[in-house]
């Protein structure tokens, strides 16, 4: 099952919303089933009209919240799936319960309008006692783990939801900001790149040594920091010591997991740390133009050079691009890589949107280059003082009278 907060694209009342979950206008049509929890005027759909009055009444009394006094979720069956009333009534119960709306007033009704079975619940958010208005926090964390509880309690088909189809791309912040702001593989990157590989290798390991063993094929390493673990560069990088919190990769990574399967956490022993690794964490671009190794190869090559005045504008992989706007193969590989995020994140509609990267012009990265030799600085500003002062017409200065 999915379930979801519905916001609302405009303002509007307890009423509207409450009729659109009834289907009044369409009986035997729309509506499946219904009934009215926390109110005195009665439980069912007769009762409809004289329990709106009461919850709009009860909203009245809190001056406070002007719009938007009621909360709609919906809840979406797969294709031919259809609980029981007596299930309805029990999972609508843990959704309240878990969203902090268990003693406000609620419409709930059932639709077989589409090929998907699905319940819509109008909580009125305006305790009916304290007249205060209650807004659930991180509400979809709150939605996915009731669902995933009730899909097990009534064996039901896992829908996975936002949360769990995210558990497959644990990239942190971090790493995803330096790979859209630099358009270069972040550590994370590679460690996830090798990730089926070390996986396998976890399942068949017998102890820690045969996993030691498996993390530095790829010159990584797995050691004890704090109360976790967390994954390393090797002792030979080339760039420098990189870790990342071994549970970001997979959560059967993390220590109280591993140390589950192969007991307390040990050390790898020194045979580990010198073995040869087939790979390496290294500088390489996130950019897929088939044509691109020519210039990949020049901006590695002009890092290692002494830096000039102009070469040190060249910190990233994208700004060696965006400094290149002239050279036609420069502009198609920003072309290429713009067009193939979009394409990314159209195929993830549900997700959180990983940073989109905008192709800002030259001048917004490095000082604007004529002919690759004389840097063009911008023109200082006059001092305050010396600025030209500008008048309103039909004004006196300095009163501020028109």
């Known amino acids: ?56 009444a009860q909203q009245a009394l809190n001056k406070r919240v002007k719009t938007d006094k009621q909360y709609h979720l919906m809840v979406s069956f797969p294709e031919g799936e259809k609980p029981t009333p007596e299930a309805m009534r029990d999972m609508e119960r843990e959704f309240a319960k878990a969203l902090g709306f268990t003693d406000h007033p609620r419409v709930v009704g059932t639709h077989i309008d589409t090929n998907n079975f699905h319940m819509h619940v109008a909580y009125s958010r305006i305790h009916p ?22 899909e097990q309690k009534y064996g039901l088909k896992v829908d996975l939801g936002r949360a769990d189809k995210q558990e497959a791309d644990r990239k942190p912040h971090a790493a995803r900001d330096k790979e859209a702001h630099t358009w270069e593989q972040s550590f994370h990157g590679y460690v996830n790149e090798h990730k089926d590989r070390l996986m396998k290798a976890r399942s068949k390991a017998k102890n820690w040594q045969d996993l030691h063993a498996a993390f530095a094929k790829y010159d990584l390493t797995l050691v004890k920091r704090g109360n ?50 087939i790979s390496r964490y290294k500088r390489s671009p996130t950019t897929r133009h088939p044509l691109q190794g020519r210039l990949w190869r020049q901006y590695i090559g002009q890092r290692h050079k002494r830096p000039s005045l102009v070469g040190k504008a060249f910190k990233t992989w994208r700004e060696f691009l ?30 959180p949107a990983p940073f989109a990267p905008t192709i800002p012009t030259a001048a917004s990265v490095a000082p604007t280059i004529d002919g690759a030799k004389n840097i063009q600085k911008p023109k200082p500003k006059p001092p305050k003082n010396m600025q030209k002062k500008t008048v309103k017409k039909g004004t006196r200065r300095g009163f501020g009278i028109e």
């Open 322 to 351: 965006m400094m290149g706007i002239d050279d036609p193969l420069a502009m198609a590989i920003v072309i290429f890589h713009k067009e193939m995020m979009k394409t990314v994140l159209k195929s993830r509609p549900h997700s």
């Open 1 to 56: 099952m999915i379930a979801k907060h519905i916001p609302r694209d405009k303002p509007g009342s307890f009423t509207d919303l409450a009729k659109y979950v009834a289907a009044a206008k369409e009986p035997g049509e729309k509506l499946d089933d219904l009934w009215i929890i926390n109110a005195n005027a009665g439980e069912t759909i007769e009762d409809l009209d004289l329990a709106i009055r009461e919850v709009e």
């Open 129 to 150: 006692k304290t007249f205060k208005a209650h807004s659930p926090e991180w509400d979809y964390r709150a939605l996915e783990k009731t669902s995933r509880a009730m």
């Open 228 to 277: 976790g673990l967390v994954i390393g560069t090797g002792p030979n990088s080339e760039n420098g010591k990189k870790h990342i919190k071994a549970s970001s990769l997979d959560r059967s990574f993390s220590k109280a997991a591993l140390e589950k399967q192969f007991g307390s956490y040990k050390r790898p022993e020194k045979a580990q740390e010198r073995a040869k690794p």
